[in-house]
Each structure stands twice: as structure tokens, then as C-alpha cells.
């Protein structure tokens, strides 16, 4: 069965870093685009990151752009996001997404991420 496996959250310090890691099972995850979303207490959740299947392209939200870097190893089947710079507004729990359609559209139990001093 599809399984994706996120984990690498933890509570750090504004201005420190975090990476996230994504492990995929049981669909082809090289033919698939992988996103990371979030979701902060009281917020609707909201896309964070995009790479494509090849990892060529890449997309990501204002607020995150130029501190967080998402990557994929299709050999290990596994995405990753990199955060640096952490802000306290980072604060959520992170899920990663597998999207190729609307019928092939999975999800992780999420990872949470707490940035405080």
C-alpha cells in the first residue's frame, strides 16, 4: 500500500535549521510530484514546496523563498526540505504530498516543527 513517511521535525531556535525527510512506498515515486505543505494552530494548511517528478523544477512560497530547499533522491525514493533561517512563523506541522492527479494524490501523517527560544 502507498505509504509516505515524514520525519527530521523537532523544536529548534529562530535562525536555526531543520531537515525534513519524506520516505515513499508503494507507488512509482519518480513518475509522481512531491509537495510539502504545512499547517500552523487556527491556519488553513498551505502549500510550502514543489519539486517535480525529474526534480528539475522547482517552486516555492514567498514567505519561504531563499530559506527552505526542497530536494528528492529518486534512487531512495524519498523527498527532503531543508529550513534554514527558521522563523517562529515556520511553526507547524509539516505533511508531505505525492500528486500526480486527483485520483493519485497521497498524504503523510505529517512531522511537526516548533521554532522557540
Known amino acids: 500500500q502507498v505509504q509516505l513517511v515524514e520525519s527530521g521535525g523537532g523544536v529548534v531556535q529562530p535562525g536555526g535549521s531543520l531537515r525534513l525527510s519524506c520516505a515513499a512506498s508503494?507507488?512509482?515515486?519518480?513518475?509522481?510530484?512531491m509537495r510539502w505543505f504545512r499547517q500552523a494552530p487556527r491556519k488553513e494548511r498551505e502549500l510550502v514546496a514543489y519539486?517535480?517528478?525529474?526534480?528539475?523544477?522547482?517552486n516555492y512560497a514567498d514567505s519561504v523563498k531563499g530559506r527552505f530547499t526542497i530536494s528528492r533522491d529518486n534512487a531512495k525514493n524519498t523527498v527532503y526540505l531543508q529550513m534554514n533561517s527558521l522563523k517562529a512563523e515556520d511553526t507547524a506541522v509539516y505533511y508531505c504530498?505525492?500528486?500526480?492527479?486527483?485520483?493519485?494524490?497521497?498524504w503523510g501523517q505529517g512531522t511537526q516543527v516548533t521554532v522557540s527560544s
Open positions: 519539486i517535480s517528478g525529474p526534480g528539475h523544477i522547482t
Open positions: 508503494g507507488f512509482t515515486f519518480s513518475t509522481y510530484g
Open positions: 504530498n505525492a500528486w500526480r492527479s486527483s485520483l493519485s494524490n497521497y
